[in-house]
Nanobody, 131 residues
Framework: QVQLVESGGGLVQAGGSLRLSCAVS????????LGWFRQAPGKARDFVAA????????GYADSVKGRFTISRDNAKNTVYLQMNTLKPEDTAVYYC????????????????????????WGQGTQVTVSS
């Protein structure tokens, strides 16, 4: 079983930066594709960013492209989301998620954008951006 624990959320002014971390335990991180999603009150859970299990491919929602960067450190069993130039509309609970279907299917550069393609989830961390 895989456990994911997010950290790094908080309150920041518009234009500021935060770095979210997601510590993964239970199994080697290297076999998991990872995604970040967010959910604002009363809204659906939206895709933010993802990275393939190989680390060779990443993808972003249009709303965060050029501002957010996803990365992974397999040695530390941690995935990161660097968020720059934050906007009030980035306010949400941020979740990290993991899947290993692409690893077992040898699809090195595939990542998922749909939340229901992920099997493991963290508890979320709140990000609040004030204007």
């Amino acid at each position: 079983q895989v456990q994911l624990v997010e950290s790094g959320g908080g309150l920041v002014q518009a234009g500021g930066s935060l770095r979210l971390s997601c510590a993964v335990s239970g199994r080697p991180l290297s076999r998991y594709g990872l995604g970040w999603f967010r959910q604002a009150p009363g809204k659906a859970r939206d895709f933010v960013a993802a990275i393939s299990w190989s680390g060779g491919n990443t993808g972003y929602a249009d709303s965060v492209k050029g501002r957010f960067t996803i990365s992974r450190d397999n040695a530390k069993n941690t995935v990161y989301l660097q968020m720059n130039t934050l906007k009030p509309e980035d306010t949400a609970v941020y979740y990290c998620a993991a899947e290993d279907r692409n690893y077992y299917n040898s699809r090195s550069y595939v990542y998922f954008r749909r939340w229901n393609d992920y099997d493991y989830w963290g508890q979320g961390t709140q990000v609040t951006v004030s204007s």
